[in-house]
């Protein structure tokens, strides 16, 4: 469900509005506004994001008196829940599975996440727009020639116990992403940045057309 909630621009649009202001309670009339939507569809989309658990919807008072609905980012709130869920056990226990496979466990790890990419991706028409998709699970990803930069890693503590594996399964994610915005080239890891993250190489190395447009920050 996430991934075609996910797949559709527009949604990513707004969830990338509520990702950058996390403390904001917005209504249908303020994403219309933003997004230059009709109410009706504004509102279709905030009910996808909310049943998905991206958005949390709640309600403050509105004209005559009737409470209006607002949706907050539920960035922090999808950590929580009581009693506590083991994610991360299950991520290192899995991992960890695949990684006693051998070269078999590291494409299979590669290859699921080269699929996850382009469906979060959707229809992104350039690189710029497929690293915003991957943003949405809350990396920050910035390309330098034909080196990814994830100074953010999402996955850091399942990369603790099987960094082959996660490490591939993420560069699987940023392939599929890229190639859903035209650029067919294999993404493998490359080691850790000075930030705490970690490089992916292009290989073949970008064409120069691309760099130059795909040059730009995007978190």
């Known amino acids: 469900m996430l991934l075609s909630v996910l797949a559709e621009p527009r949604r990513r649009a707004i969830l990338k509005t509520f990702a950058e202001r ?9 994403i219309a506004a933003e997004q230059h939507l009709h109410r009706s569809v504004a509102f279709t989309h905030l009910e996808r994001l909310a049943d998905a658990a991206l958005l ?3 309600s403050r008072p509105g004209r005559r008196g009737r409470p209006a609905r607002t949706y907050q980012y539920a960035g922090q709130a999808m950590e929580a829940s009581q009693p506590v869920r083991q994610h991360r056990l299950l991520a290192q226990v899995l991992g960890t599975a695949l990684d006693a496979e051998g070269a078999h466990g590291a494409a299979a ?13 959707g229809g992104a028409g350039s690189v710029p727009d497929a690293l915003e998709a991957l943003a949405l699970l809350g990396g920050e990803y910035q390309l330098h020639g034909s080196v990814v930069e994830a100074h953010n890693c999402v996955f850091r503590e399942a990369c603790a116990c099987a960094p082959e594996i996660v490490c591939g399964a993420q560069a699987g994610i940023i392939e599929g992403a890229l190639e859903v915005a035209g650029v067919l080239a294999r993404v493998v890891p490359a080691g850790p940045d000075e ?10 190395p970008l064409p120069a057309s691309l760099v130059v447009t ?4 995007v978190q």
Request: charged fraction near 30%; aromatic fraction near 2%; proline fraction near 5%.
């Open 56 to 58: 949390v919807r709640g």
């Open 195 to 204: 930030s705490g993250g970690c490089r992916y190489r292009l290989e073949p």
């Open 214 to 217: 795909a040059g730009s920050r």
């Open 109 to 121: 790890a590669h290859e699921e996440g080269r699929r996850h990419g382009r469906a979060l991706a």
């Open 22 to 30: 996390p403390a904001a309670a917005l209504t249908v009339d303020d």
